[in-house]
């Protein structure tokens, strides 16, 4: 925990400024979907999946086994069904695979226990002996090392905790390995420290890899494997040769545990060239050269590097390689796809040419079938991720897909200390993860602060205005308006930050009126010291109409949305009023931003007015001595007196940052309005609702979940804000409407009811007893009975329901709670 948090300190950044769905709502961008990393899927699985086999004693008759196949899985919990009962799944049992007597196929003729089957499939199968010896001849037992020892009932993440050992092939020999220790395990990705360096300062000899990387394998490997314990070349000078005799004396008597890791068979030989992205500075795709070729297995690749090197075969960084292999490509794969091939340092001539370059080296490509087939992915341009930086690995920063080739993706990553160009990785790689993972398994995640986020944005905006923008020759239509400037010198008033307004363009525009004004209101808002407060302020005044366009905006403070509808003017005549008047309401100098720019000196004098002599003569709690710049503001009388409040309340609409299909739209705007009407109390901290589905009870009152009145509650801290206060749901539910459960702890639930005979109605009462309340409306929507309830895994519930990782795995734990009381409770 401490070194995570120097990593986060170095980066100077917090992550608590930083939210996955704000900032997607904020990007208008989509999340690559979770089933694209398949390396972290793997992580969570125990090796046990549906369909293997294995031999449990008879309920009746423990002494006796029978032969049953696992239907489903749930963390450790099993649900089997005997042999022979098909898809007859009323006879299917739970078991504990921490605590049941579950052995793989094979194991009582070893032993020589009986084997019998249960007097429900004696019944059906006259001839079971021969249902038995099928069985036993199939190739589907779950592996024994799954059922017993320390691995039983654990995935492979449980097993790599701190301090346990593991050995790492040399990346430029396969005959050659290292032992390592596991400092730290984020969620399959482990830092690891050379043996041997333990002593040396915090990061030498330190590397990051995830579990499956195919050169990490279990200690005793390499002896196992006739490979030589050799330090690799980072740390081998760092120490004598007798502390690496006396590093190596120990390594050896690890033992191997028969883990072996498949890997096809290649089909390189020494001396083809191909394409392939340089390891040291993955941004640039060259020509390399295969320069060894280890076993069927492995082989070497060299960057080809020409300098001292007139043979061309490689000269360059080395990386050990396997017929599946990211980051090596056939050659011509670059001009295919509309890719800059950098040239190999040392090459003369601009232009690079294959034909020539393979003529001038004496050598032929790879071919083709040498590497393996593309496949289908999810990965599409402006998608965001997680994803490793690879001069820097223990960062893990905010990234996006700027562009997709085939297999390979190119990632702009955020929150750099230094800018980098766009990195290129496969689609399988093993360091680029879903959105939230560093929050789920929390370790910090480098991002762009908030403030530069939002001058980015205006920039953004401020293009996609030149890109609408009216064609030459039309600027003065009727329809058309000019740039507006920001004239940050003027006076900024009391809602306005003066230092965010400098750091907006000096102008928009010109280009149509509504598309510009839309924009400039946009960028003032996110200017503003409280965003909410300004939005309140430009709303659409019941009393003042301009009889122009009506367009929602939106803004975003203390992680809340909010919205509401302003008035916008159609025609160019009507552009300096309107940004004058505008002005007037956010109580600053009218000059602030218009058709005007304010070269040294406004006319309005404003220079003279600070916020502390403005808040003196012109506050809320002073009496009126006069008018701001200007000649009027945007109150009656000109002042806002403490505790005065409104006599109509304008429609200022609020949206929680979490959508929620629960949620059922009743006002005029699409939200639930805000409450509360005292204004001082209101900037201080809007007083928000949500809305709150109704409680369903039975299926005849269905027509009420969208008809019935919603009453205004408080809205819940956001849930990344939420989840370090959160308390457990109450013990006891006194409810006349409540679910079949009596008591909640915080690990375990006292059942009433067995949840097989849960209706719908039943767990929707009880998903609303807890934090995932909301998503009540998707287990009605769904028909979601007890039933399918104990079916739902985490994979399930992201496809089915359509819901991001960390809702996903707040709802599945608590579904697990009730799998667990159920087995417990009702599974004999």
């Known amino acids: 925990n401490l070194g995570r948090q120097q990593l986060s300190g170095a980066s100077g ?27 972290v899927d793997l992580g969570l699985q125990s090796g046990l999946s549906p369909g293997m086999k294995l031999e449990v004693p008879l309920r009746d008759s423990p002494d006796t086994y029978w032969v049953a196949t696992i239907i489903t899985t749930c963390g450790q919990l099993l649900l089997l069904r005997y042999e022979g009962f098909h898809d007859d799944r009323r006879a299917d049992f739970w078991c504990d695979i921490m605590t049941a007597d579950l052995h793989p196929i094979g194991w009582s003729q070893q032993q020589g226990r009986p084997m019998k089957p249960p007097e429900g499939i004696r019944e059906k199968h006259e001839h079971w002996e021969t249902l038995l010896e099928n069985v036993l001849s199939e190739t589907c037992s779950v592996p024994a090392n799954l059922l017993d020892g320390p691995h039983r ?25 290292w032992g390592a220790t596991i400092e730290d395990n984020v969620g399959g990705r482990l830092c690891l420290r050379y043996a041997g360096t333990e002593e040396m300062a915090p990061t030498h000899g330190k590397i990051w890899l995830f579990y499956l990387h195919p050169l990490l394998h279990p200690p005793g490997w390499a002896k196992e494997h006739g490979c030589v314990l ?126 020539d370059y393979l003529k001038q080296c004496g050598t032929e490509a790879a071919p083709q079938h040498c590497f393996p087939l593309s496949s289908v992915h999810s990965f599409r341009e402006s998608m965001k991720l997680e994803a490793v930086n690879p001069l820097s690995p223990e960062h893990i920063h ?112 010109p280009g149509s009126c509504i598309l510009v004004l839309k924009e400039v209101l946009t960028l003032l808002i996110n200017t503003a010291y409280k965003p909410s407060r300004v939005l309140r302020e430009l709303q659409l005044n019941e009393d003042m109409r301009w009889q122009g366009h009506r367009e929602t905006l939106k803004a975003k403070y203390r992680g809340k949305s909010y919205r509401a509808t302003v008035e916008l003017v159609r025609t160019a005549d009507q552009v300096a009023e309107f940004c004058r008047r505008t002005c007037m309401k956010l109580e600053c100098c009218p000059n602030l ?50 505790g005065r409040r409104r006599k109509k309340r304008k429609h200022c609409f609020v949206h929680k940052k979490k959508r929620s299909s629960a949620s059922v739209d009743t006002s005029p705007g699409g939200s639930p309005q805000a409450s509360g009407e005292d204004e001082d109390d209101l900037d201080e901290e809007d007083s928000l609702s949500e809305d709150s589905s109704s409680e369903l009870l039975d299926d005849s009152e269905q027509s ?48 009433d009811s067995s949840p097989l005979e849960w209706s719908v109605a039943d767990v929707v009462r009880f998903i609303r007893t807890t934090d995932c309340a909301p998503l009540a409306r998707i287990f009605f929507d769904q028909e979601i009975d007890g039933q399918a309830l104990l079916l739902l895994t985490l994979s399930t519930v992201q496809e089915c329901m359509d819901l991001k990782l960390g809702p996903a795995v ?11 009381a159920f087995y417990q409770q009702y599974a004999d």
């Open 593 to 642: 931003f218009g058709p005007l720019m304010v070269l040294e000196r406004c006319s309005e004098n404003c220079a003279v007015l600070t916020k502390t002599k403005y808040t003196h003569y012109y506050g809320k709690k002073s009496k009126q001595v006069g008018r701001p710049p200007g000649g009027q503001t945007n109150l009656k009388g000109g002042v806002k007196r403490a």
């Open 153 to 177: 009932g654990k995935n492979p993440l449980d097993l790599l905790a701190p301090g346990a050992s593991v050995e790492l092939q040399d990346p430029a020999d396969t005959a050659a390995a």
């Open 13 to 39: 950044q917090e992550d608590s400024d930083f939210n996955w769905e704000e900032y997607l709502e904020e990007q208008g961008a989509s999340a690559v979907p979770h089933s694209a990393f398949k390396h």
């Open 398 to 509: 905010v990234a996006t897909v700027v562009k997709v080739r085939g297999q390979y993706i190119w990632l702009n990553l955020e929150g750099l200390k230094e800018s980098l160009p766009e990195v290129i990785v496969h689609v399988d790689s093993m360091d680029i993860f879903p959105v939230s993972w560093c929050e789920t398994n929390g370790y910090p995640l480098q991002h762009t602060p908030l403030r530069q986020r939002r001058v980015a944005v205006a920039c953004m905006l401020f293009g996609l205005t030149m890109f609408f923008s009216a064609p030459v020759g039309q600027n003065n239509g009727k329809y058309s308006c000019p740039k507006i400037y920001f004239n940050h010198r003027c006076f900024s008033g009391p809602y306005l930050n003066k230092g965010r307004i400098a750091e907006l363009p000096q102008c928009v525009g």
């Open 230 to 355: 050799i330090p690799p070349a980072v740390i081998r000078d760092v120490q004598s040769d007798a502390k690496w005799d006396e590093v190596r004396q120990q390594l050896s008597n690890q033992m191997h545990d028969g883990t072996v890791i498949a890997t096809s068979v290649h089909c390189f030989t020494e001396g083809m060239k191909l394409e392939a992205i340089d390891p040291t500075a993955p941004f640039h795709i060259c020509p390399a050269t295969v320069t060894k070729v280890f076993t069927s297995m492995y082989f070497l690749v060299e960057m080809d590097d020409l300098r001292g090197n007139s043979s061309g075969r490689g000269g360059g960084p080395a990386f050990l390689c396997h017929r599946d292999s990211v980051g090596i490509l056939p050659v011509q794969w670059s001009l295919k796809n509309g890719i800059q091939l950098t040239s190999p340092p040392g090459h003369q001539g601009q232009d690079f040419d294959w034909a």
């Open 704 to 751: 009420e979940w969208k008809s019935q009145p919603v009453s205004p509650t408080p809205v819940e801290t956001p849930p990344h804000r939420r989840r370090r206060r959160q308390t457990h749901s109450p013990a006891c539910f006194h409810d006349e409407n409540q679910p079949p459960v009596t008591k909640v702890l915080t690990l375990s639930l006292c059942l």
């Open 810 to 820: 707040r709802l599945c734990h608590h579904i697990e709670r009730v799998k667990l």
